[in-house]
């Protein structure tokens, strides 16, 4: 069946240096993507959407990167600061299945001042 | 903004009571869920809402249920409350848009089971 799968579960930085997120998706037909922040104590929050006809997006420091071929998706954080640290999740929604999405497991970002 | 407020941040609560969690969005989103989160697991979805008096079953419905009597309010009910049902409870909504469009989550409801 369809997973939405991240490969690691935590990650530490230094204070700005560039983070790296990866997160593995198994529907090839999957054609939206999102990234969600969840700070500690608070619900998951939008970062960074990413439709399948584009191969890159970027925001403020923030960029997702998609590459079909392999079914992988990675958001890159430049600068990375210590509010940055928190659970950062990719969601893709199933086919056919209008607004529910599949969340990944998370991955933790710490980052060391 | 999108506000999606939860009534309780933590609730501890006897195996076996009936437990009410409720959510209100006010930006008159038709969408709205109820998701689980825990560790290791990541959020997985209960139920969901397209609709007043609508709700559909989502990954993981067994022992919940949820009401939709108004638009702006979705309540999630735990009948009859077990240790296994401690978790860490996550509201969203958005508007419709098949297949796309952000959730707008509340900061969550931490439930505990004794």
């Known amino acids: 069946g369809e997973s939405v799968g991240l490969h690691l579960p935590t990650l530490s930085v230094q204070e700005g240096d560039n983070s790296i997120i990866n997160c593995a998706y198994s529907?090839?037909?999957?054609?939206?993507f999102i990234w969600y922040k969840q700070e500690s104590g608070k619900g998951p929050q939008f970062i960074i959407d990413?439709?399948?006809?584009?191969d890159k997006r970027q925001g403020q420091r923030v960029t997702v990167l998609l590459n079909k071929t392999v079914k992988h998706l990675s958001l890159q954080i430049a600068a990375t600061q210590p509010g940055d640290s928190a659970v950062y999740f990719c969601?893709?929604?199933?086919?056919?299945?209008?607004?529910?999405?599949?969340f990944g497991t998370g991955t933790s970002l710490t980052v060391i001042p | 903004d999108v506000k999606v407020t939860q009534s309780s941040r933590y609730l501890v609560k006897r195996t076996g009571e009936k437990v009410f969690l409720e959510c209100v969005q006010d930006?008159?989103?038709?969408?709205m869920f109820w998701y689980r989160q825990d560790p290791g697991l990541g959020l997985r979805l209960i139920y969901f809402?397209?609709?007043?008096?609508?709700?559909e079953k989502g990954d993981i419905p067994e022992g919940y249920s949820v009401s939709r009597e108004k638009k702006e309010r979705f309540s999630l009910i735990l009948e009859s409350a077990s240790t296994n049902q401690t978790s860490m409870y996550l509201c969203?909504?958005?508007?419709?848009?098949?297949?796309?469009?952000?959730?707008?989550f509340g900061p969550g409801t931490r439930l505990t089971v004794t």
């Open positions: 969203a909504s958005s508007f419709p848009a098949a297949g796309q469009g952000e959730q707008y």
């Open positions: 529907n090839s037909a999957s054609d939206y």
């Open positions: 990413i439709r399948s006809n584009m």
């Open positions: 969601a893709e929604p199933p086919p056919n299945t209008g607004n529910q999405f599949y």
């Open positions: 930006m008159d989103h038709e969408n």
């Open positions: 809402s397209y609709d007043v008096k609508m709700k």
